[in-house]
């Protein structure tokens, strides 16, 4: 079982693959098709590989959908987040995009509807931590928002 489905675009693999290891440094697991599937044929849509990762979607307890530049090339994510909110609703959004970093996201279209990803620190603490943004005020940590119903 893994703790985050990262949905994403194959052209951002160096990106994903360093917030993967960022990700997997705070302690939790994640699912990179290519990293952990490598037969996976993504440049096309075919029944066998929505198969594999029907299962695999099934087996991790959220999604994060890594919004960039290069995300509108992808011919799975918008698949993938459509089919893990029906089956689970834990999905949130993870802004992965050349613009300067901070803890507020504001989605186009659909994507607006889901909770957004930033980063940050503990209070009282250098310890860094994934939080689970619904507004740049109201957020919760990831470790939690996991657990909730």
């Keep these: 079982m893994y703790d985050i ?26 699912y990179v098709d290519w990293i952990e599937d490598k037969q996976l044929d993504r440049s096309k849509v075919s029944k066998e590989t929505a198969g594999i990762l029907r299962e695999r979607m099934q087996s991790c307890k959220s999604l994060f959908f890594a919004i960039s530049e290069n995300s509108d090339h ?21 802004p992965v995009l050349k613009s ?27 310890q860094e931590e994934i939080w689970i943004h619904s507004s740049q005020e109201q957020y919760i940590r990831f470790r939690s928002w996991l657990n909730q119903n």
């Excluded at 994403?8 to 960022?22: E, V």
């Excluded at 992808?74 to 459509?82: A, H, K, R, T």
């Excluded at 300067?100 to 250098?126: H, M, R, W």
Aim: glycine letters at 10%.
């Design 100 to 126: 300067s970093y901070d803890d507020s996201y504001n989605g186009q279209e659909y994507l607006g509807f889901y909770p957004y990803v930033a980063k940050g620190t503990i209070i009282n603490s250098k």
């Design 5 to 30: 489905f990262l949905s994403h675009s194959f052209l951002d693999a160096r990106k994903i693959l360093g917030l993967k290891n960022y990700i997997e440094g705070l302690g939790y697991s994640v």
């Design 74 to 94: 992808s011919l799975w994510m918008p698949w993938e987040l459509g089919y893990f909110d029906g089956i689970k609703q834990k999905v949130a959004i993870l």
